[in-house]
């Protein structure tokens, strides 16, 4: 696979840093947000192969969510989700919203890699 561009969007400065270092040893460029403007304005200036956000509340990053479903032309085609939430209800909105994949925590870094892979080569297509 070519070089693929990543976002990952987590309040967790930590969790993101080490999925950025996972994500760069398969091959990706990788930017870490913990901002939700921030990652709404680097959604607008880069066309990232494929998106990685936590939605939880706590987290903030629903604005970006709709930013993406908005003004993406694939919509929520290329985001991957990372959650510690189990409600079947919020799990299935995801799902409806045309996520790629939705990701239980906690992650593993196979796992991880698979799924943005996976978001990036569908994105190529």
């Given at each position: 696979?070519?070089?693929?561009?990543?976002?990952?969007?987590?309040?967790?400065?930590?969790?993101?840093?080490?999925?950025?270092g996972i994500?760069?040893?398969?091959?990706?460029?990788?930017?870490?947000?913990?901002?939700?403007?921030?990652?709404?304005?680097?959604?607008?200036?880069?066309?990232?192969?494929?998106?990685?956000?936590?939605?939880?509340?706590?987290?903030?990053?629903?604005?970006?969510?709709?930013?993406?479903?908005?003004?993406?032309?694939?919509?929520?085609?290329?985001?991957?989700?990372?959650?510690?939430?189990?409600?079947?209800?919020?799990?299935?909105?995801?799902?409806?919203?045309?996520v790629f994949?939705?990701?239980?925590?906690?992650?593993?870094?196979?796992?991880?890699?698979?799924?943005?892979?996976?978001?990036?080569?569908?994105?190529?297509?």
């Amino acid at each position: 696979m070519s070089p693929f561009k990543v976002l990952i969007a987590d309040d967790n400065a930590d969790l993101g840093w080490l999925l950025a270092g996972i994500l760069r040893r398969a091959g990706a460029t990788v930017d870490v947000c913990q901002d939700p403007d921030v990652a709404i304005a680097n959604s607008d200036q880069t066309d990232y192969s494929a998106i990685l956000v936590e939605p939880s509340p706590s987290a903030g990053f629903q604005p970006l969510l709709d930013h993406l479903a908005a003004n993406r032309t694939d919509g929520l085609d290329s985001v991957v989700v990372a959650t510690t939430e189990s409600d079947p209800a919020f799990r299935a909105e995801l799902a409806r919203s045309g996520v790629f994949r939705i990701l239980k925590k906690p992650l593993t870094p196979a796992v991880v890699r698979e799924a943005m892979l996976a978001c990036a080569a569908h994105h190529d297509e």
